[in-house]
């Protein structure tokens, strides 16, 4: 089975500044997917990123990239340039690669709170 | 727009009274999933759907029916709920083969006293 853990609960930035969530994952398989949601006090789970294991480059979308360590099984999320509009909670996940269920593997979460 | 569309947004129960919760995509997904999100402890899949007919059991399906009668929809069935069922509950699709982006409902949050 997969885990993935998220070792910072909550964490502060002030806006413009660049911050970076963590993330470890333990699974047995080569091939897999990974992803960081955004959950805002709407509650809607929005896709920030994600990234193909396979893949060696680091998956980037606008002011959002990641960093992706497959050997030390991590996957960070740096967010450059924070907005107000960043504040949320942000939850690391894996998928498995396979043609059935397709579960996301989800971690606690971080808390980010972006300060004017 | 393509959308899940889940309701009620919230919900408010007594113990022991059956109650379902609403699930329909608009997007010809074949997959559909119901997860449940709990502080601590992120989201967890209770079950899921790969076509008409075709349902099984994800990580906390206690407690917990579906059905998948048409494409569309996927509702979630609570026959006694208890109050550990409190929770934030999710639906969720996409299309078969990952690693096709799964849609999210907006939730439906449910309390049972």
């Known amino acids: 089975a997969q885990t993935v853990t998220q070792s910072q609960p909550e964490m502060s930035v002030q806006e413009a500044e660049t911050v970076t969530l963590s993330c470890t994952y333990d699974?047995?398989?080569?091939?897999?997917?990974l992803f960081w949601y955004k959950q805002p006090p709407s509650r809607q789970m929005i896709l920030v990123i994600r990234?193909?294991?396979?893949?060696?480059q680091n998956a980037t979308e606008n002011r959002f990239s990641v960093n992706f360590q497959k050997a030390a099984k991590s996957f960070s999320l740096k967010i450059s340039d924070s907005q107000l509009g960043d504040t949320a909670m942000y939850f690391c996940a894996f998928m498995k690669f396979n043609f059935g269920n397709e579960k996301l593997t989800f971690g606690t979460g971080t808390r980010l709170t972006i300060i004017p | 727009e393509a959308q899940v569309t889940q309701n009620p947004r919230y919900l408010i129960t007594v113990t022991g009274k059956k109650l379902t919760v609403t699930c329909s995509q608009n997007?010809?997904?074949?997959?559909m999933s119901w997860y449940r999100q709990d502080p601590g402890l992120g989201l967890r899949q209770i079950y899921y759907?790969?076509?008409?007919?075709?349902?099984d059991k994800g990580d906390v399906p206690e407690g917990y029916k579906v059905s998948r009668k048409e494409k569309r929809n996927f509702p979630l069935i609570l026959e006694s709920p208890s109050p550990n069922q409190t929770s934030l509950y999710f639906c969720a699709s996409s299309f078969k083969g990952a690693p096709s982006p799964l849609h999210f409902g907006n939730g439906t949050r449910l309390t049972v006293t």
């Open positions: 990234q193909e294991a396979y893949k060696q």
């Open positions: 759907s790969m076509n008409v007919e075709v349902t």
């Open positions: 997007m010809n997904h074949e997959y």
């Open positions: 699974t047995s398989e080569s091939n897999y997917y």
